[in-house]
């Protein structure tokens, strides 16, 4: 091999090689997403949010949305969600701002009405790829809270809530007196500010805020995201009576986190005339993620279905 052709063969190589690294910095990290896969949608101020569907085989009946808790995630409902393709009911679940896979610093927002407003756009998609199908949203813990806001604040937008250990009122005060102490910019751990803060039993060998086994929640939020509870607890206690969309609100008696008397109170005070109320026995926070979550998905596409069917449903008290 003469000079000049080493030097060409040289700089070929290094032209090709140059070539393969620009394709692999333009290539897609992901292949392109299904339906089933995921996707990301624009939220309410165009913050993309990571949104996954759940379709039944057939045709649906229903839509439910579901919005997950505090430094948690739409994975944590894998399991959970498998009953309702079977009833018919297609399941839309995302992961809120700065949680999972969506966009926005972690763990964070100055106003639970950034959230209120993403629930919003994520109805309205549903609402235009399933027209003429009734929408339900299911909120827990967090997403209870959001669920319950944009509910009072927009009434007759859905057919329905199911509000699970929702932050409805703050009887058990686990975040401390809010605003907190702390740098509202600041960050906590989630198991400190909820758990640690009334030095709850056993919450120095919690490893995650969020069921047994699931390595998806944040491991720090910030303290603005505890303070704005304030804010939405104070607007659904003075507006108490302007939610009158059908409701059915779950809670379990060993809940350390939110209150059953929260649930109690804000199924009392609603406005809503179709409203039911159930305590689960033995059942703590995480529902629909512990050991006896096998009892709550029926329960929920019960209510539904009834729901579909028509008539109507009075208040039986509690």
């Known amino acids: 091999m003469n000079a000049t052709t080493h030097k060409f063969l040289l700089a070929a190589a290094a032209v090709a090689a140059a070539c393969f690294v620009s394709a692999a910095d333009t290539a897609p990290a992901e292949p392109p997403a299904t339906e089933a896969q995921g996707e990301m949608i624009a939220g309410g101020d165009g913050t993309r949010l990571f949104l996954k569907r759940d379709l039944p085989?057939?045709?649906?009946?229903?839509?439910?949305?579901?919005?997950?808790?505090?430094?948690?995630?739409?994975?944590?409902?894998?399991?959970?969600?498998?009953?309702?393709?079977?009833?018919?009911?297609?399941?839309?679940?995302?992961?809120?701002?700065?949680?999972?896979?969506?966009?926005?610093?972690?763990?964070?927002?100055?106003?639970?009405?950034?959230?209120?407003?993403?629930?919003?756009?994520v109805v309205a998609l549903a609402k235009a790829e399933r027209p003429g199908l009734p929408v339900y949203v299911l909120g827990h813990s967090m997403g209870g809270h959001v669920s319950a806001l944009y509910g009072t604040k927009h009434p007759g937008e859905v057919s329905g809530f199911i509000l699970c250990a929702g932050v409805l009122r703050y009887h058990f005060m686990n975040f401390g007196w809010l605003p907190r102490p702390e740098d509202p910019e600041a960050e906590i751990s989630p198991v400190d500010a909820a758990y640690g803060t009334l030095h709850l039993p056993g919450w120095k060998e919690l490893s995650t805020f969020s069921a047994e086994g699931d390595d998806g929640t944040l491991k720090s939020i910030s303290v603005s995201i505890l303070n704005a509870f304030s804010e939405g607890i104070d607007y659904l206690k003075k507006n108490s009576k302007a939610f009158v969309d059908p409701v059915l609100v779950l809670t379990g008696n060993n809940d350390m986190c939110v209150s059953p008397q929260d649930a109690i109170d804000f199924y009392r005070e609603t406005g809503s005339a179709d409203r039911s109320l159930r305590i689960y026995a033995g059942v703590g926070h995480f529902l629909m993620a512990e050991e006896k979550g096998h009892m709550i998905a029926p329960e929920i596409i019960t209510w539904i279905e009834d729901r579909l069917a028509g008539g109507e449903f009075v208040d039986a008290g509690i």
């Open 57 to 121: 085989e057939g045709d649906a009946r229903a839509v439910l949305v579901i919005v997950h808790g505090l430094a948690n995630h739409h994975g944590l409902y894998d399991d959970f969600v498998k009953p309702f393709g079977k009833a018919g009911i297609a399941v839309y679940r995302y992961d809120a701002r700065g949680h999972g896979r969506s966009e926005g610093r972690r763990g964070y927002v100055k106003s639970y009405w950034e959230m209120v407003a993403d629930l919003r756009a």
